[in-house]
């Protein structure tokens, strides 16, 4: 366990799963595990179908409750379901370009396919780092350590009054 105390996080996990009543495989209690590690406080976690308006919702939600960083977990391909960089680019207001390459690189490199496809954005909506990551648990897993230090650093910045 981190003794830092690197900000407030919230998962949202996109899944159809839970159409048919099912929970994420897992997906959110992998980034909680993943965060909680580097630091992170993890107000909890929160599965949703591949819907726009589910998942405006669940980013809105997170932004007005004040967290420091929301990570999307899922809905980043190329399906027609696949909707989650659409409704993340309309609820950011500035978008954070070099990271998701990072999140793409880092899936290259380490021979995650999905990772590599992936149309997932990260940005900033007021002061909340918004990022998502494909859905594989190998590419949460090389994602969230590609992510992690990157969020502080942004959510550093992004909490400095001196900046």
Known sequence: M???????????????????????????ALVTELLSEAGFVVD?????????????????TAVIGGVDLVVTVGGTGVSPRDVTPDVTAEVIDRELPGIAQALRWSGMAAGVTDAVVSRGLVGVSGSTLVANIA??????RDGMATLNPLAVHVIQELSDPEI
């Not at 105390?5 to 997906?27: F, K, N, Q």
């Not at 976690?45 to 809105?60: E, Q």
Request: aromatic share 0%.
């Open 44 to 60: 909890g976690s929160v599965a949703v179908p591949s819907d726009t308006v589910a998942i405006r919702t669940a980013l809105n």
């Open 2 to 28: 981190s003794s830092i105390h690197a900000g407030r996080a919230l998962i949202v996990s996109i899944t159809d799963h839970t159409l048919h009543g099912e929970d994420d495989e897992g997906a959110g």
């Open 135 to 140: 859905g594989s648990r190998a590419a949460i």
